[in-house]
């Protein structure tokens, strides 16, 4: 499968900062990407869905002007998060897609965002 | 009612036991279901996924879907400590998963 690779895998910031994350595809082209959020003994919650040259699609109750997405190549997809809250803290996981089925999904090793 | 429910444990058992995890879902439009392991912080890995109804295996693992109760089972046989970690299933569709909260599995030497 394919490999992925997140940075940073924690950081802490301060309210009201920014943050952005990045997720590397190391060894396919990724046109489409997609970012989770996992709160503590939660499931994973698709937040988006990123397309490389294109805007991301944002699933329903996720702020956009808040989870800023980029997919400015197909190796590499960014997410910002602006005017980090605590209730923000998480972990964030990017995945890639690299074929027709739904299982084809490969994970990254996640990041975790503590906001102070 | 979640689309993906599975009871989130912890389940502990011995090692050499045969362990059993669960989930139901509520659509029966998807066809495609899998089963995820996650180790502590770190991204979850495809450990199976089934299309439509059926058994499928792979090594010590055996994963079923009964589409008439809309049930989906890992068996996991000679269970190991390595295998300690969060199960989780997930129903695919139109490139998107759809993750239930995940069972933590305990497997005690």
């Known amino acids: 499968g394919a490999v992925v690779s997140q940075h940073p895998s924690w950081v802490i910031c301060k309210s009201g900062t920014s943050v952005k994350i990045e997720c590397r595809s190391l060894d396919f082209q990724a046109t489409t990407m997609f970012w989770y959020r996992q709160f503590p003994k939660q499931s994973l919650m698709l937040m988006a869905t990123s397309n490389e040259g294109s805007k991301a699609t944002y699933e329903q109750g996720v702020e956009k002007d808040k989870f800023l997405i980029n997919h400015a190549s197909l190796t590499l997809s960014t997410l910002t998060v602006t005017s980090a809250h605590p209730e923000d803290s998480s972990f964030y996981i990017c995945?890639?897609?690299?074929?027709?089925?739904?299982?084809?999904?490969?994970f990254g090793p996640g990041t975790r965002l503590t906001v102070t | 009612q979640k689309e993906v429910e599975q009871d989130p444990g912890p389940l502990s058992v011995p090692e050499g036991a045969i362990v059993s995890l669960n989930c139901t879902y509520s659509n029966s439009a998807f066809q495609y279901f899998m089963w995820y392991r996650q180790y502590s912080r770190k991204g979850p890995e495809l450990l199976m996924y089934?299309?439509?109804?059926g058994n499928k295996e792979d090594g010590r693992f055996t994963a079923q879907v009964d589409k008439s109760s809309k049930y989906i089972s890992l068996f996991i046989r000679d269970s190991q400590p390595s295998d300690s970690a969060t199960y989780l299933c997930a129903r695919g569709g139109f490139q998107k998963l759809v993750f239930g909260t995940g069972t933590r599995l305990l497997v005690s030497p």
């Open positions: 995945s890639l897609f690299s074929g027709a089925e739904s299982y084809e999904q490969y």
């Open positions: 089934t299309y439509s109804s």
